[in-house]
């Protein structure tokens, strides 16, 4: 079992960054992919960005390339994203999540992230 919590969250100008860190639980969290998801109001959950358990591969929905960067510290149980020219679009929960077996098996309970123009 993996827990995870989001922190990180808040408000920020457009333009601005903002560095969300989600903490895991358990002894394995080395052995997982990690991604962010994040939901808009009255919108899908979406894709953001994944990292591979061994931090040799990342991936990136094409509204962050560029600008949102997903690292990990597997000594510190710990997932980031930094996110930087931050948009209005931007604006949703963010989730991160834990994949042991291509499916995303854990989730966090969520971070507000709020951008104003």
């Known amino acids: 079992q993996v827990q995870l919590v989001e922190s990180g969250g808040g408000s920020v100008q457009a333009g601005g960054s903002l560095r969300l860190s989600c903490a895991a639980s358990?002894?394995?969290?080395?052995?997982?992919?990690m991604g962010w998801f994040r939901q808009a109001p009255g919108k899908e959950r979406e894709f953001v960005a994944r990292?591979?358990?061994?931090?040799?591969?990342?991936y990136y929905a094409d509204s962050v390339k560029g600008r949102f960067t997903i690292s990990r510290d597997n000594a510190k149980n710990t997932v980031y994203l930094q996110m930087s020219s931050l948009k209005p679009e931007d604006t949703a929960v963010y989730y991160c999540?834990?994949?042991?077996?291509?499916?995303?098996?854990?989730w966090g309970q969520g971070t507000q992230v709020t951008v104003s123009s």
């Open positions: 999540a834990a994949s042991y077996d291509g499916n995303y098996n854990y």
């Open positions: 358990g002894r394995t969290f080395g052995t997982y992919a």
């Open positions: 990292i591979t358990w061994n931090i040799v591969n990342t």
